[in-house]
């Protein structure tokens, strides 16, 4: 029997493929409700997902590489996705939220307390998609710093190289800030002494005092250290400098195999204790009616749909015999990009994850009550603590 | 048909106000406390729940301050897992103007209204120490002079996005496939002494169309920017004289703008004791009093005017003869009350022969001078002086501030709101689902 694998899935508007908002089970005039995406988290809730992921991005969407477009026949406009998950938190109980934040011209000392906060609301489920926003039309929203239009055809030129490890070397300080800024309570601070009138300890809280090349922040957090320690911390990778930040700063990865292979080389450059395929799926009873689906699409959309993650269509049993195939080239799970929502979503609580049960490679009821707990991980010592591991 | 009352409730604070060693008292930090507390004031059909901000711990002689609660959540977060538990309350927090950028804010608040179907309201605030900055990417980057031009200029840059969208801008129809009415919306530029920001906003408009606001600020400055811009103002003034010389010197600044006298809110601060007596009421009051002022608080609040350390000293023992230390350093540190004593060696002498006369010991004199209870009484005497200070122009309703977490509202919302109602001062249902219905605004073309 294999090992059970883990499932999230990504939610995105009404789903992944840009036409799905069209199709008639879809929900585009509901984007920005809560019910929507509480319905949504509640149905992966349903089928024991270990997480939900929750887009997000400081500016407009777009399908410019270099900047807003001003198409009228796509989604356009969002919520704040730390927020989204916040608001669905105490409407759920088992599953992670893992809502996506953009470091790049964000404040460390607001994520790390907006991400502690989701771990207290809730009660232990909180995770973040750490993002890196290297798009020069989201620095224009905060005037703060200009970047290069960085174009996907020229990714490899040196001006281009040396911005995005200026990026990647800011995002693992910023992650370095928000951890300690977890730890920066221990767990026990708050005493409560009527005898002496203290409330809190205070030799339990520590200045955090990172001083680094991009920003400087003093703590402790006006937060308390969260219910799971430190909430998991997630980042996506498709090319070395981004899995070398995965590696330093995540605790779990998203990366973007096109085979079995190719995820066996990238799980070998990422030793953290998570590394997740995304996958786009269309989902449907025969590998026919799948492939015609994604066709309907994408002749709605007069363009063929393509992603920086493979596109599945197919069953779910043939869904499932592709993430045993590739897990077994080291990866621990899989991030599920809905084609379209709910029907993909529904495809996958209630075909995929039965046919998975069926070959006893996923849970049949929620084992753990913390994110951290499905995962397999522990609660981690606080590092500010004697003997702990010094960060 | 009597003016109506608004009132709101404010997460207990920081501050000495908030009793934590009460028997009664609960978390400060578990999500259940924040929705004890909302759920009773939604069943009391409160206008709001509040909650306030502080962005670096407090200090006093280096350290960190550890007699009050200390430790609070993020403020969007927690505002947005309440939507969840209720469904009319506004729901009101405090975001900073200095430590944050516009188009996050933005779209943060954006993203409340809409979660929470338009109950969102923002407190806005400023600061401009260096020792807050600390743990910021800027740094305490601003002057003091310059704080309510960074306010009024933020609060400007946040209009305009939340005014980026048209509230029919989506038109989301499945047969022809057009999403957008327009696909140049969300479009801005603003360019001032503090932005320089372009680009496309990314939230549609939300359901009241921006965030009502509030705001607290006392000084001349912070009136004017409240008369201004503001939905509410908080003031500090809860008595009948000084009440209505607030009020009135507020709502005379309006016509300038072109506002009318209802569209700005005067909301005081209150605490409240009440007790089946006004005897009873009134032991009550000195008890909790003790309880607020320990003789280690009593100590602490009196270096905050001493600037001195008087550690020495003997909270039951007489003042210091010592005069305060009237040097720029102040002892404490990352809260707002430290200016507020312009002249402390006046105060100090006041004290000192107050203490004298009437035999005060540090502690007693401390209880004497600081902070007493708003409204201390039965139910009854509580209602009417509640209602007196409303329809005598002294403020529009009362932000309420309970010492006890998460259950110090329970009595008010089972008693005093009842005779409230009954005098026809205070609804009994919502009337509206959003925060501006509540508090009587228009909605912002």
């Known amino acids: 029997m294999p090992d059970p694998l883990h499932l999230a899935v990504a939610l995105e508007r009404t789903g992944w493929h840009p036409a799905s ?86 404040e460390p000392f607001h994520i790390s307390k907006a991400i502690a906060t989701l771990d207290y609301v809730s009660r232990g489920r909180a995770g973040w998609r750490v993002q890196v926003s290297g798009r020069a039309h989201e620095a224009g929203h905060f005037g703060r710093r200009t970047l290069p239009v960085l174009d996907p ?82 980042a996506l990778a498709h090319a070395p400098i981004p899995y070398a930040f995965a590696a330093g700063s995540a605790d779990l990865a998203y990366v973007t195999p096109g085979d079995a292979d190719h995820a066996r080389k990238i799980v070998a450059e990422i030793p953290i204790p998570h590394v997740f395929a995304d996958l786009v799926v269309f989902l449907a009873d025969t590998e026919q009616e799948a492939r015609d689906a994604k066709d309907r699409l994408d002749t709605l959309d007069r363009t063929v749909y393509t992603s920086d993650a493979a596109i599945f269509t197919g069953t779910p049993a043939q869904l499932a015999d592709l993430l045993l195939d590739w897990q077994a080239a080291g990866l621990t799970g899989f991030r599920l990009r809905p084609a379209r929502l709910p029907d993909d979503l529904v495809a996958i609580t209630r075909g995929l994850v039965p046919e998975l049960r069926r070959r006893g490679a996923f849970r049949s009821s929620y084992e753990a009550s913390t994110l951290r707990g499905l995962l397999g991980l522990s609660r981690p010592a606080n590092r500010f603590l004697e003997g702990a591991r010094v960060a | 048909m009597p003016k109506q009352i608004h009132l709101a409730a404010h997460f207990p604070g920081v501050n000495n106000t908030t009793v934590w060693s009460d028997p009664q008292a609960g978390s400060h930090i578990e999500f259940d406390s924040f929705v004890k507390l909302a759920q009773t004031a939604e069943r009391a059909k409160f206008d709001f729940f509040f909650l306030a901000e502080g962005l670096r711990l407090r200090e006093q002689g280096g350290q960190i301050y550890d007699l009050d609660v200390v430790g609070r959540p993020d403020t969007f977060t927690v505002l947005a897992a309440l939507a969840a538990v209720t469904t009319h309350l506004g729901l009101a927090g405090t975001i900073n103007s200095t430590f944050n950028e516009p188009y996050e804010v933005a779209r943060q608040f954006a993203s409340l209204d809409h979660l929470s179907d338009g109950r969102a309201a923002w407190n806005v605030v400023t600061s401009w ?210 200016r507020m004593n312009r002249d402390p060696v006046a105060v100090a002498r006041e004290w000192r022969s107050k203490a004298e006369a009437e035999k005060l010991s540090i502690r007693d004199l401390i209880i004497e001078t600081t902070n007493r209870q708003t409204f201390i009484g039965t139910p009854a005497t509580v209602a009417a002086s509640i209602n007196d200070l409303v329809q005598q122009d002294a403020a529009d309703g009362f932000i309420l501030v309970p010492h006890v977490t998460p259950g110090g509202l329970d009595e008010f919302a089972d008693t005093v709101v009842p005779l409230l109602q009954e005098r026809g001062v205070f609804r009994t249902e919502y009337s509206g689902p959003t925060l501006r219905d509540h508090l009587g605004l228009e909605f912002p073309a």
């Open chain 1, 153 to 234: 055809g020229s990714l490899n030129s040196s001006e281009a190289v040396s911005a995005i490890q200026d990026l990647f070397a800011e995002a693992t300080d910023y992650v370095e800030v928000v951890r300690r800024l977890w730890d920066s309570w221990e767990d026990d601070a708050e005493i409560r002494d009527a005898a002496t009138g203290r409330f809190i300890d205070r030799d339990k809280l520590h200045y955090i005092s990172f001083d680094g090349k991009y920003f400087s922040v003093k703590g402790p957090s006006i937060t308390p250290r969260p219910p799971q320690g430190q909430p998991l911390v997630t």
């Open chain 2, 129 to 338: 120490d260096a020792f807050t900055g600390e743990n910021f990417r800027r740094g305490g980057f601003l002057a003091e002079a310059d704080r309510y031009t960074r306010a009024t200029q933020f609060l400007a840059t946040a209009r305009e996005l939340f005014d980026s969208w048209p509230a029919d801008a989506v038109v989301a129809d499945k047969d022809s496939g057009v999403f957008l009415r327009d696909g140049s919306v969300g479009g801005f530029r603003h360019t001032d002494q503090h932005f320089d920001i372009a680009g496309r906003f990314n939230v549609p408009r939300s359901p009241q169309g921006r965030p009502v606001i509030l705001q607290a600020g006392d000084s001349d400055g912070g009136r004017e920017f409240a008369a201004a811009t503001a939905d509410a103002i908080f003031s500090r003034h809860g008595t009948l004289v000084e009440g209505q010389k607030f009020y009135q010197d507020v709502k005379r600044r309006l016509p300038a703008y072109g506002r009318s006298r209802d569209s700005l809110k005067v909301l005081p601060a209150a605490t409240f004791v009440l007790g089946d007596t006004p005897a009873e009421a009134q032991e009550k009051a000195a008890v909790v009093r003790r309880q607020q002022v320990s003789g280690a608080t009593a100590i602490k609040l009196l270096e905050q005017l001493w600037n001195r350390d008087l550690s020495g000293y003997d909270p039951d023992g007489p003042l210091p003869s010592i005069d305060p230390d009237i040097s720029d350093a102040h002892i404490a540190r990352g809260r707002a009350s430290v």
């Open chain 1, 21 to 106: 908002w069209r199709l008639p089970a879809a929900r585009p005039s509901e984007l920005l409700t809560a019910r929507y995406w509480t319905d949504l988290v509640r149905e992966a809730e349903a089928g024991t997902l270990d997480f939900v992921t929750i887009e997000d991005a400081l500016g407009l969407q777009t399908d410019r590489p270099d900047g807003p477009d001003e198409r009228t026949d796509h989604v356009r406009g969002r919520l704040d996705a730390v927020l989204i998950a916040s608001r669905v938190a105490p409407l759920t109980s088992r599953i992670g939220l893992v809502p996506t934040a953009t470091v790049t011209h964000t």
